[in-house]
């Protein structure tokens, strides 16, 4: 970096696109609604980024449901606490919402407990709620009515309109039954043909239903006669079900998307899409896709026909440890979060790809700066796996296990990749207090899964270790530790051996972060104390203390050839601080929750953060667009100036008052004004009058700040009569934001009135006296 970091701004941020319930998908294919807590999020599909929010982030209420209406103009949220609210979806223009979403009415359920299944018919006409109460309404919309209330025997899972007055239901205890709107006794008839929840009604052409259950079949009922036709195996406890093309899509606890033939229940073909459940499959006729969503909130898009993965996304990240750059030119980026697996996301797309190998939650993840394709993670499964990511003949990114090592004895915290190919080795540390040395010789041809072995383990600190960092030559590497110290150790590269190569102490608090300086002799510390120390390697002193964090400072870098440092602590802040002055020049709230990760991209033109609160977050260095802006604003600032200058000098003063207002620059048109006063001429009156609508809003909001003060109230009070003798009321009515101008002007004006007033008064008595005083001289 050629100039001083002085600014970053946001790039870029992963956040939680789906957090469980409810997911549905725009009929074009371009948009994905999802539940996201007490919101619902509106995601690109092609990108993830939220094009807009339905509902309030920070609103208490608690969303249990939604349903989009047949052309997804309109939404309708149900809410914990009964509560159905009806938005209109704006129209999108390049990805993003033109204007929020409109609440169109909102109306209590009047359900016993919390709406579970909605389900619209004929547009807005009507809407079906069913409750765990046991009872499905069914609300005419366009008269906001409710027209029917079906009770039925157990909590309600499944809604299907057969026609505008025949509504098919599903309960949990696997019955079903047919409810016709026209009739006084409304329930026509009830099936029992199942034994556990009816999760999905399809219509396969009337008069025939399918029902499809838990209990491992689906049946087939003849809705006129209400016979049942047959009921057939499905081999796996069914989540949902999607009729496409004459055959039978479905999902379940196996993770598997399946196809069926529907008159003999043959599985026509299968794909196993993910390790855990799934519980809902959407399909779109525009894309030819399936959307499916899992138990632990990741999305999948799939291909009709292959049954191809072809976009994935992780709805919720949770609790994210750490990440790295990692593949063919760093594209990838990969997270360690409270979960076995990992997460890779294309820096293009951010698609997620997950990794799976390890057993446990990952904490740390390090890419071999020999070579990129090369990735380690460690976990609380007491183990590293080393992992080759690179691009597979359909351009697809692939991660193979090359090699795993086991030895430690509790949760591996970090590994390092050493920094040359010469003698590559990793390091490894862990909650067993052991730092361990791995050479890595055949790791290159990975012609195998190497089962990697220690060249070396040393007993390293008191507590837990906590991080790892190694220096540019390889020759060391240093350690922190939750009992209060840092530790240097010299690496034997021709023996594969550790030596004791210094302490380092000071701080007061658990050690969170160690970084090597790449430019200087320097190692930093971070610390739960809330400071940041540098240290000298030659004499293991600490040089200097950077004071600031108001909480636990848990992860630093040095940048720009080590004259600067950002760093990052548990209550979300991110600093950057002049090494040379130990001073802090910039501080930002980055996250919500602790920064566990802090990376920063090779050329140091970006940085990555990732917290607690499930957020990624890029940011850029903008220190040069700033002073670019600055710079520009600087000139501009100059050429309007001088403009405005012209334009006084060469008595213009109507050009000169536009141009002022339209800069908003108050003491520029106060000082106008004042100068057309003093011509003593109808000039100001004209020029009010030549005033655009937007311009003479502006000066009226100047000329109410002006009223605040009794040396500048006779001009405002003055421009106040000639914009009131210019427009007629309808005109001025029609102006933005009159009323409120108008509202602040009233309490000053009776105080410049009472103030005159009392003043004409003292000039009277001031008259009388000298009257008196005359008359007493005669």
Avoid at 761 to 769: D, G, I, K, S, V
Wanted: glycine residues 4%.
């Amino acid at each position: 970096m050629k100039n001083q970091l002085n600014s970053i701004g946001l790039f870029h941020s992963v956040e939680a696109i789906y957090t469980g319930g409810a997911i549905q998908w725009s009929l074009d294919g371009k948009t994905l609604f999802s539940a996201c807590g007490n919101y619902i999020r509106a995601s690109n599909v092609d990108d993830g980024r939220e094009s807009y929010k339905i509902g309030n982030e920070e609103d208490q209420l608690r969303i249990s449901t939604f349903s989009l209406n047949e052309d997804y103009s309109s939404i309708v949220v149900a809410y914990t606490n009964g509560l159905l609210r009806s938005y209109r979806l704006p129209l999108l223009e390049n990805g993003s919402a033109v204007v929020n979403p409109e609440i169109v009415r909102q109306w209590k359920s009047t359900h016993a407990a919390p709406v579970l299944v909605m389900k619209n018919f004929g547009g807005d006409t009507l809407l079906a709620t069913g409750s765990a109460d046991f009872v499905v309404k069914i609300w005419n919309l366009e008269e906001r009515s409710c027209v029917g209330s079906l009770k039925g025997k157990s909590t309600v899972s499944a809604i299907e309109f057969l026609d505008k007055s025949r509504v098919m239901v599903g309960y949990v205890d696997g019955s079903s039954s047919l409810f016709c709107l026209e009739t006084p006794k409304k329930l026509i008839f009830r099936w029992t043909n199942h034994t556990s929840q009816i999760v999905s009604i399809i219509i396969r052409q009337l008069p025939e239903v399918v029902f499809v259950s838990r209990d491992q079949t689906l049946s087939i009922v003849n809705v006129d006669s209400y016979e049942k036709i047959k009921v057939l195996p499905l081999y796996e406890p069914i989540e949902a079900a999607v009729f496409v093309s004459g055959s039978l899509f479905t999902v379940g606890e196996e993770g598997v998307l399946k196809c069926w033939n529907m008159e003999n229940a043959k599985l026509l073909k299968s794909a196993s899409i993910y390790g855990s459940r799934i519980n809902s499959i959407i399909y779109n006729q525009i894309c030819k896709k399936f959307l499916l969503a899992t138990s632990d909130f990741n999305v999948f898009w799939v291909d009709e026909e292959t049954f191809k993965i072809e976009r994935q996304f992780a709805g919720f990240n949770d609790e994210i440890f750490d990440v790295c750059f990692c593949g063919p030119n760093l594209k990838y980026l990969v997270a360690a979060t409270n979960s076995s697996e990992l997460r890779l996301y294309d820096t293009n797309t951010w698609s997620c790809h997950l990794i799976t190998g390890h057993t446990d939650s990952v904490l740390s993840l390090s890419t071999a700066p020999w070579d990129s394709k090369f990735l380690a993670s460690s976990s609380k499964d007491n183990t590293f796996i080393l992992w080759h990511v690179d691009l597979n003949g359909d351009d697809e990114i692939k991660a193979e296990k090359v090699g795993l090592a086991t030895g430690h004895t509790n949760n591996v915290t970090r590994v390092r990749y050493s920094n040359s190919s010469k003698h590559c080795f990793i390091v490894s540390v862990s909650n067993d207090t052991t730092i361990k040395l791995w050479p890595l010789k055949n790791l290159k041809e990975k012609t195998e899964d190497l089962k990697l072995q220690s060249s070396a383990t040393l007993v390293a600190h008191a507590k837990d270790i906590t991080c790892l960092d190694i220096s540019l030559n390889d020759r060391l590497c240093v350690t922190g530790s939750m009992d209060k110290t840092a530790k240097l150790w010299h690496i034997e590269t021709d023996k594969m051996h550790f030596t004791i190569g210094g302490m380092l102490n000071g701080h007061r608090r658990g050690v969170w972060d160690a970084r090597f300086s790449p430019s200087t002799q320097a190692v930093i510390t971070c610390s739960g104390d809330c400071m940041i120390r540098i240290f000298s390697l030659p004499s293991r002193d600490c040089i200097a203390t950077l004071t600031g964090h108001p909480s636990a400072v848990l992860n630093g870098v040095i940048v720009n050839s080590g004259k600067q440092i950002i760093s990052a602590d548990s209550g979300g802040l991110l600093k950057i601080w002049d090494i040379a002055t130990n001073e802090c020049i910039t501080t930002m709230e980055a996250h919500d929750e602790k920064i566990w990760a802090l990376q920063v991209a090779n050329n140091e033109s970006r940085f990555v953060t990732a917290s607690s609160d499930g957020r990624i977050r890029i940011w850029e260095d903008i220190s040069e667009k700033k002073r670019e802006e600055e710079e520009r604003n600087r000139a501009e600032k100059a050429h309007n100036e001088q403009i405005l200058t012209n334009l006084m000098q060469q008595n213009h003063y109507a050009e000169a008052l536009a141009f002022s207002l339209t800069l908003a620059r108050p003491y520029s048109c106060l000082k106008i004004i004042r100068e057309m006063m003093e011509l003593k001429s109808d000039e100001l009156h004209s020029a009010v009058k030549k005033l655009r609508r937007e311009e003479l809003v502006v000066l009226l909001d100047f000329a109410s700040q002006w009223n605040t003060n009794s040396r500048t109230a006779d001009i405002a009070q003055l421009v106040l009569y000639y914009v009131l003798h210019s427009f007629s009321p309808e005109e001025l009515l029609k102006m933005p934001n009159f009323a409120s101008l108008i509202e602040a002007y009233i309490p000053y004006t009776i105080r410049h009135f009472d103030r005159i007033t009392r003043a004409r008064q003292n000039a009277a008595f001031l008259n009388y006296t000298l009257a008196q005083m005359t008359l007493s001289n005669l």
